[in-house]
Nanobody, 121 residues
Framework: HVQLVESGGGSVQIGGTLRLSCAASGYKMTACMAWFRQVPGKGRERVATIAASGFSYYLTAVKGRFTIARENAENTVYLQMNDLRTDDTGMYYC?????????????????WGQGTQVTVS
């Protein structure tokens, strides 16, 4: 049984920083880990992914501002978010894909956390 627990969200001012964490249990970290975000009325948007190899992907809008990292020994994935903007506001979800390869599609991720809210104003 895979469990993902996010933390680190909150309310910040424009230009501020947040660090999201996702602690995974029930599955070895030889998987693709992803961060998605969602705003009301829209689908989930892939923000960043990190494959088992360490290869990472970023949404164009966050490149240079966000960094995804994983600590396999701790079964944790992080999303460091700098220079936050109002359009970064949303519910951020951690997701796990039981494959060494990542996918852009939410439906390819069977395991999700409960989400953590990020509000930038």
């Amino acid at each position: 049984h895979v469990q993902l627990v996010e933390s680190g969200g909150g309310s910040v001012q424009i230009g501020g920083t947040l660090r999201l964490s996702c602690a995974a249990s029930g599955y070895k970290m030889t998987a693709c880990m992803a961060w998605f975000r969602q705003v009301p009325g829209k689908g989930r948007e892939r923000v960043a992914t990190i494959a088992a190899s360490g290869f990472s992907y970023y949404l164009t809008a966050v490149k240079g501002r966000f960094t995804i990292a994983r600590e396999n020994a701790e079964n944790t994935v992080y999303l460091q978010m700098n220079d936050l903007r109002t359009d970064d506001t949303g519910m951020y979800y951690c997701a796990l894909r039981r494959s060494q390869y990542c996918s852009p599609e939410p439906h390819d991720y069977p395991d999700w956390g409960q989400g953590t809210q990020v509000t930038v104003s």
